[in-house]
């Protein structure tokens, strides 16, 4: 029944920007934390983005800290992550993330995960 639907990927050239959508279903979405994990070829699934469950804490991968952004909106059942000064590094397919546990904190680990979305492609042309 929980659900997590991406959209918003896309190509964009190097420092422009995107902004994904993670829209949720299933399950109290404000008793959950949040987060974004990316994955390029062939290479393993790597952590990006968290946020609490009620919005009062962030944190980012030191990749992409003082560039993107991560917000909720609790009233709409919907993570965003706005992505701006892309470089072609960023290219992957971003993953939303809900925490299997009622109260985590923060979601920095895949093992503490307990649904993923299908994943949307983010293209970062040089």
């Known amino acids: 029944q929980v659900r997590l639907v991406e959209s918003g990927g896309g190509l964009v050239q190097a420092g422009g920007s995107l902004r994904l959508s993670c829209a949720a279903s299933g399950r109290p979405f404000s008793l959950y934390a949040m987060g974004w994990f990316r994955q390029a070829p062939g290479k393993e699934r790597e952590f990006v983005a968290t946020?609490?469950?009620?919005?009062?804490?962030?944190y980012f991968a030191d990749s992409v800290k003082g560039r993107f952004t991560i917000s909720r909106d609790n009233t709409k059942n919907t993570m965003y992550l706005q992505m701006n000064s892309l470089k072609p590094e960023d290219t992957a397919v971003y993953y939303c993330?809900?925490?299997?546990?009622?109260?985590?904190?923060?979601?920095?680990?895949?093992?503490?995960?307990?649904?993923w979305g299908q994943g949307t492609q983010v293209t970062v042309s040089s």
């Open positions: 993330a809900q925490s299997r546990v009622v109260g985590t904190p923060l979601l920095r680990s895949k093992y503490e995960v307990g649904y």
């Open positions: 946020i609490t469950p009620t919005g009062t804490s962030t």
